[in-house]
């Protein structure tokens, strides 16, 4: 079964506005993760946040993490045509943490309109 | 360096064939996983290696062998193709911060 659960699982916006997604997960985790994928292509990490950690940013990209709610969000500002993309959250459940066992939610299609 | 590489990038099988499809990476990463992508799905795990001769399995792993002789290579095979394995194949590697994806293998099993 999948962990994750993204919302929306659509989102359509213009460029230099704003795209938050989010995802759910259902039980413990060491980290969530964050990865692109463009059409026809394979993934691509974004940003990973810890289960300690609550916030982190890279670029334009931000993320927030609580692991009361078992929710995170990923906030792209200034959103540009080449964000265009399915976004996906991934949450590591192997108990060493050693990142090698993944769960990923379906996704996000993200359109940015030029 | 080539990053995860994973051929063949298309296969067309009929029912019951085997196959393998290969990966390899020259990041000396231990860990490598292989997942499957369904479409509007995301990708689940089948199979993953945490090094060479250790391997186990994930969410979905019938259908599906793996071994690891070597630290740079984790084949995927299919011993006997059914429809239901018509899916793309995605090879990662990694380490404990990240995971490097190949391009996928697009199958099909008529």
């Known amino acids: 079964s999948q962990q994750g659960e993204e919302d929306p699982q659509a989102l359509s916006i213009q460029e230099g506005e704003n795209a938050t997604m989010n995802c759910s997960y259902k039980?413990?985790?060491?980290?969530l993760q964050w990865y692109r994928q463009n059409s026809g292509r394979g993934l691509v990490h974004l940003i990973l946040i810890r289960s300690n950690e609550r916030e982190k940013h890279s670029g334009r990209l931000r993320v927030t993490l609580d692991t009361s709610k078992k929710s995170s969000s990923l906030l792209i500002t200034a959103s540009r045509a080449a964000d265009t993309a399915s976004y996906f959250c991934a949450t590591d459940f192997s108990n060493t943490g050693a990142n090698s066992k993944l769960t990923f939610g379906k996704g996000i299609t993200l359109s940015v309109r030029p | 360096n080539a990053g995860v590489t994973q051929t063949p990038k298309f296969q067309v099988l009929k029912t019951g064939q085997s196959m393998t499809l290969q990966c390899a990476q020259d990041m000396n990463h231990e860990y490598m996983s292989w997942y499957r992508q369904d479409p509007g799905m995301g990708l689940r795990l089948i199979h993953y290696s945490v090094g060479a001769g250790i391997t186990d399995q994930g969410e979905v792993p019938n259908g599906y062998n793996v071994s690891r002789s070597t630290t740079e290579d984790f084949p995927l095979r299919l011993l006997s193709a059914a429809p239901s394995q018509t899916s793309v194949y995605f090879c990662a590697s990694g380490r404990t911060d990240t995971q490097y994806f190949g391009p996928g293998t697009r199958l099909t099993v008529l």
């Open positions: 039980t413990s985790i060491n980290n």
